[in-house]
């Protein structure tokens, strides 16, 4: 990752406007997150009568450098982004326009590769600071916990993510991305373990790490969005509009629509809205995302057994490394399935399975270690090669620090 360095006039500059100040951070107006006005940019969308699953690529964009960006490549993710009713159509609407088509640079050909049924959002990373993918989740806190954690009181968010805010980097700190996490787990807090505080776990305890993993929560805040958005009317068609509406469809075959995009709007403003959209948040997570089931596992160490055979066989090298006729350790691993992929630097692909947000639990009385590993089944198993992260093996590296901390922890007991 690039690291950020700025001028004091570009620090001055964001300052003035990149934060919110004024009526804009009063409690019924801060926070808020917008939806784009898609009419803007294009007339008629077409919209398929049942959509995909989506799924979730970060695509590193090169350089955060006003002149070394590459606008075309970031305006083609952006529309990609936009046009997010179109689900699974987007590739072949966007690359049936000569625009576009020309756009497609060799570092998105791959795109032409995807499964026909294949919905994904390519959410625009740069840096370490990652501001454009998690602005649904940073938009839901308040000014308050902001300020608590020391992070920048930003602008309205803008929903889906369209190019990166170059201006949000002079302002934000080196650890945004860690801040973040810290602030949206206080956030959620509440609402995932009503009965203690965050303070009475561990900073290692399962629970408390899910509630800092953003890409746990990223696709559920996406899904929880798509659906509010829905409720956004459709704009009125004057007749030149309906003509050309009557023909595209006429081209269309049955299962899709052309529709006017919806309007552009606030999708939740001020903090009550903002609660009530966390609280959809965590009800979207809990039918999609196995929430439950997963803070369920850790707490009952409940086992399911039917792993697949990689992961079983993970499971007997972690145990053998880990086996010692004087420590008598047992370990149990449960694995969640059908949750929605995230293609990062932190998943890892193996066949269809996509692998991330491993949490460990170490049982001190009854010598245990629990480790709970949440899946997801991909229709697009290579993306991870072309975005560069195949290789990674970030979970089997993530197995083997969990292996030697519970060595040493147990050693030394």
Known sequence: MVKNTFNPEDI????????????????D???ELTHFPVGM?????????????????????????????????????ANWNMIWESGELRR??????????????????WIKALPEDSNIYLLPEVDDIQYEIYAPLFHLLPKRTL?????PILHKGIWPPLMYDYW?????????LKRLQSAFAAHIWPLINSG????????????????????YWLPYAYLMTEQRMREFPRSELDEQLKEKRE???????????????????PIWTGEDEAWDATEELVSTADQNGKLRQIIDAVRSNRVEEDFSPCWSFAKEDFERKLYSKRSKIKVEFVQLDDTIPVHSGKSEVIDNLLWEDMMALVDAKDRRVVVCLRNGITKVGEISRHLGYANHSPISKSLARIREQARAYFNHR
């Open 92 to 109: 072949d609407f966007l690359l049936a326009n000569p625009q576009y088509a020309k756009k497609l640079s060799e570092r998105l050909s």
């Open 196 to 215: 203690s505080s965050m303070r009475s776990f561990a900073k290692d305890d399962p629970i408390r790490v899910l509630s800092h993993g953003l890409n």
């Open 147 to 151: 300020e608590r954690f020391g992070l």
């Open 12 to 27: 001055e500059f964001a300052r003035k406007n990149a934060l919110a100040s004024g009526e804009a951070v009063e409690p």
């Open 29 to 31: 107006r801060y926070p």
């Open 247 to 265: 023909r595209a469809q006429s081209t269309l075959p049955d299962g899709i629509t052309a529709e006017v995009p919806r309007m552009g709007g």
């Open 168 to 176: 949000v980097r002079p302002i934000a700190p080196r650890d945004f």
């Open 41 to 77: 940019m294009w007339d008629l969308v077409p919209v398929p009568d049942s959509i995909a699953t989506p799924e979730f690529a970060f695509f590193h964009l090169r350089s955060y450098q006003l002149e070394e960006r590459d606008y075309a490549l970031e305006n083609f993710l």
